[in-house]
């Protein structure tokens, strides 16, 4: 027996052939045994039936014989070259037992031609056209010249045959043999080669399927598809791996039912599903195996078929639970950094100070009086201890208040005006005030914000050594609906910022000017933060610096 496993596609689709090929000629034998049965119930038949009760035979026969060939060798298309020739042999026999020129079964050899076409090549199909015309023509050739005896029934005519005639229909059914052959050769090519694009394109595809399986399996990312009804189509490994549930449990069910529901946006889509969804992203928190809350960031995208036509949605899902205590740990070495810096500032600051006092101290032991010189100093420094912790405390936390509605164009007015009695008479500094309305509003502290514009303004004041020009500007960026943002820009005529010292001028204790404490910069944009603001600044060495301060916007 020949081990199947061990053949290629084409060897076993082959055999299949072949297998087909001895049931249609055991078909077409039986076909011929009825025929044959028919015509033996008429009184005078058109030939003697006994040889073709012997050829049915000698096919059944023949076919046990190919079953068993089949089931033992390899040589599979031998075999098929072999049966075919005998099946031409036999059809010779058929078509001179049953008149020979006479005969009337003739088309028969399309039968065999036709199977080699299909089966072997083209070249075996031309030369078995070929051989069926030789044959044919032989015996048509003998029956004219009398070297053979026609086998017919006793009621047939014995009248000679045309030779032309003769000639003519050889000729006729060898072209219409050689036409089967190159036609039937060219469908089975065409259909070999449709058929070998088809399993290429069978194996492409199930490669292809294979291959977004695992993708789709082992991606580390969660990956759901919701069909247009709002159910739940597929559920890869680890999407089960982070929601804690089987695909079976969860596939199926509508996403209100699931932990997806938090997702408002859904809500949306599927009251109208439209391809024009540009999807969404979110975080929500789902409920774990252990019930402790799993947080997950999802972005849902609309999916399309080939035609373009929507489908559905497809989510892509991530575990934050990692991210999430990395981020913490991030801000925990941020705020142990900014207390180090910041206690490290402190006490450069305070030490300064407590070295004066201290050593004014000891000079009063010494001379054992308190000289007013002494204690002038004394007084000094602890009324800079004082104002270095108060700015300390300050900038470390402060004071939480009520946001309300702030008229800009009247702070910075004020502030201008306290500003306008601490520059020096000997180096004067002019103001300036811009303004696109007579009131524009700011959702802010008005106390807070006086303090942020004084600090803005003293340093300002100080960039100048030799007086110069600031200037105000108020300007809103947005809508009046209370939805945009409004700005004051602080621009001065001083020394300007070196670039690399643009970045650190909100650090704190970052100071350049002698006896600065280096905390009203950083104090400023605290306060401009704690209000939901931002600001920003850009300077040019040597051409001034320009502090804009953006706060929102408090409806009219």
Same mark, same amino acid.
């Given at each position: 027996?020949?081990?199947?496993?061990?053949?290629?596609?084409?060897?076993?689709?082959?055999?299949? &052939?072949?297998?087909?090929?001895?049931?249609?000629?055991?078909?077409?034998?039986?076909?011929?045994?009825?025929?044959?049965?028919?015509?033996? #119930?008429?009184?005078? =038949?058109?030939?003697?039936?006994?040889?073709?009760?012997?050829? @049915?035979?000698? !096919?059944? /026969?023949?076919?046990?014989?190919?079953?068993?060939?089949?089931?033992?060798? !390899?040589?599979? $298309?031998? /075999?098929?070259?072999?049966?075919?020739?005998?099946?031409?042999?036999?059809?010779?026999? %058929?078509?001179?037992?049953?008149?020979?020129?006479?005969?009337?079964?003739?088309?028969?050899?399309?039968?065999?031609?036709?199977?080699?076409?299909?089966?072997?090549?083209?070249?075996?199909?031309?030369?078995?056209?070929?051989?069926?015309? @030789?044959?044919?023509?032989?015996?048509?050739?003998?029956?004219?010249?009398? *070297?053979?005896?026609?086998?017919?029934? +006793?009621?047939?005519?014995?009248?000679?045959?045309?030779?032309?005639?003769?000639?003519?229909?050889?000729?006729?059914?060898?072209?219409?043999?050689?036409?089967?052959?190159? %036609?039937?050769?060219?469908?089975?090519?065409r259909l070999k080669e449709t058929r070998r694009e088809l399993e290429e394109q069978r194996i492409d595809l199930r490669n292809l399927r294979t291959l977004h399986r695992d993708i789709v399996e082992n991606i580390p990312s969660g990956i759901v598809t919701l069909d247009l009804e709002g159910k739940i189509a597929s559920f890869n490994q680890s999407a089960q791996r982070i929601v804690g549930l089987p695909a079976d449990e969860i596939q199926g069910q509508i996403w209100k039912d699931t932990a997806f529901r938090e997702i408002k946006t859904l809500e949306e889509f599927f009251a109208a599903p439209t391809p024009t969804?540009?999807?969404?992203?979110?975080?929500?928190?789902?409920?774990?195996?252990?019930?402790?809350?799993? =947080?997950?960031?999802?972005?849902?995208?609309?999916?399309?078929?080939?035609?373009?036509?929507?489908?559905?949605?497809?989510?892509?899902?991530?575990?934050?639970?990692?991210?999430?205590?990395?981020?913490?740990? /991030?801000?925990?070495?941020?705020?142990?950094?900014?207390?180090?810096?910041?206690?490290?500032?402190?006490?450069?600051?305070?030490?300064?100070?407590?070295?004066?006092?201290?050593?004014?101290?000891?000079?009063?032991?010494?001379?054992?009086?308190?000289?007013?010189?002494?204690?002038?100093?004394?007084? $000094?420094?602890?009324?800079?201890?004082?104002?270095?912790?108060?700015?300390?405390?300050?900038?470390?936390?402060? +004071?939480?208040?009520?946001?309300?509605?702030?008229?800009?164009?009247?702070?910075?007015?004020?502030?201008?005006?306290?500003?306008?009695?601490?520059?020096?008479?000997?180096?004067?500094?002019?103001?300036? @005030?811009?303004?696109?309305?007579?009131?524009?509003?700011?959702?802010?502290? +008005?106390?807070?914000?006086?303090?942020?514009?004084?600090?803005?303004?003293?340093?300002?004041? &100080?960039?100048?050594?030799?007086?110069?020009?600031?200037? *105000?500007?108020?300007?809103?960026?947005?809508?009046?609906?209370?939805?945009?943002?409004?700005?004051?820009?602080?621009?001065?005529?001083?020394?300007?910022?070196?670039?690399?010292?643009?970045?650190?001028?909100?650090?704190?204790?970052?100071? #350049?000017?002698?006896?600065?404490?280096?905390?009203?910069?950083?104090?400023?944009?605290?306060?401009?933060?704690?209000?939901?603001?931002?600001?920003?600044?850009?300077?040019?060495?040597?051409?001034?610096?320009? *502090?804009?301060?953006?706060?929102?916007?408090?409806?009219?």
């Amino acid at each position: 027996m020949v081990n199947t496993e061990t053949l290629s596609t084409e060897e076993v689709a082959l055999r299949r &052939q072949i297998k087909w090929l001895i049931g249609l000629r055991l078909l077409i034998a039986f076909l011929f045994l009825g025929a044959a049965g028919i015509l033996a #119930t008429r009184e005078h =038949p058109l030939f003697t039936l006994a040889p073709l009760f012997v050829l @049915i035979a000698c !096919t059944c /026969l023949l076919t046990i014989l190919y079953l068993l060939a089949l089931n033992r060798t !390899t040589q599979l $298309r031998r /075999l098929c070259d072999l049966q075919i020739w005998i099946d031409v042999v036999m059809v010779t026999a %058929l078509v001179y037992y049953t008149g020979g020129i006479e005969s009337l079964f003739a088309f028969v050899y399309i039968f065999p031609v036709l199977a080699a076409a299909i089966l072997l090549s083209r070249r075996s199909s031309l030369l078995l056209a070929g051989g069926s015309s @030789i044959l044919y023509g032989i015996l048509i050739n003998l029956q004219l010249y009398g *070297f053979t005896t026609r086998v017919q029934s +006793p009621s047939a005519g014995g009248a000679a045959h045309d030779p032309v005639s003769a000639l003519l229909q050889l000729f006729v059914n060898s072209a219409a043999f050689f036409l089967v052959a190159l %036609l039937g050769s060219q469908l089975a090519e065409r259909l070999k080669e449709t058929r070998r694009e088809l399993e290429e394109q069978r194996i492409d595809l199930r490669n292809l399927r294979t291959l977004h399986r695992d993708i789709v399996e082992n991606i580390p990312s969660g990956i759901v598809t919701l069909d247009l009804e709002g159910k739940i189509a597929s559920f890869n490994q680890s999407a089960q791996r982070i929601v804690g549930l089987p695909a079976d449990e969860i596939q199926g069910q509508i996403w209100k039912d699931t932990a997806f529901r938090e997702i408002k946006t859904l809500e949306e889509f599927f009251a109208a599903p439209t391809p024009t969804f540009r999807g969404c992203s979110q975080e929500l928190a789902i409920p774990g195996q252990d019930g402790r809350s799993v =947080p997950i960031g999802i972005n849902l995208t609309p999916l399309q078929s080939s035609d373009g036509r929507l489908v559905g949605l497809v989510g892509i899902f991530q575990d934050l639970t990692e991210r999430k205590i990395t981020e913490a740990r /991030l801000r925990q070495v941020d705020r142990l950094g900014a207390a180090g810096q910041l206690a490290a500032g402190l006490a450069h600051e305070v030490r300064n100070p407590l070295a004066a006092i201290s050593g004014c101290i000891e000079l009063m032991q010494e001379e054992g009086a308190a000289s007013p010189r002494l204690l002038d100093i004394v007084l $000094r420094e602890a009324e800079r201890l004082k104002l270095v912790t108060g700015q300390f405390l300050d900038f470390a936390k402060p +004071p939480l208040r009520s946001q309300k509605q702030c008229d800009l164009v009247a702070l910075v007015t004020e502030a201008v005006s306290l500003l306008e009695k601490s520059c020096d008479s000997v180096h004067p500094v002019t103001f300036s @005030i811009q303004r696109e309305a007579e009131e524009v509003l700011a959702a802010g502290d +008005p106390d807070q914000l006086k303090q942020a514009l004084w600090n803005l303004g003293l340093n300002a004041i &100080q960039s100048m050594q030799k007086g110069g020009q600031i200037s *105000f500007a108020i300007r809103r960026h947005g809508s009046t609906n209370g939805n945009g943002w409004v700005g004051i820009e602080l621009t001065d005529t001083g020394r300007g910022i070196p670039p690399e010292e643009v970045e650190r001028i909100f650090d704190p204790f970052y100071t #350049t000017k002698p006896g600065g404490t280096g905390l009203g910069l950083a104090i400023t944009r605290k306060i401009i933060d704690n209000l939901g603001g931002r600001i920003e600044v850009t300077s040019q060495e040597g051409g001034g610096s320009t *502090f804009r301060v953006l706060l929102k916007q408090a409806p009219e």
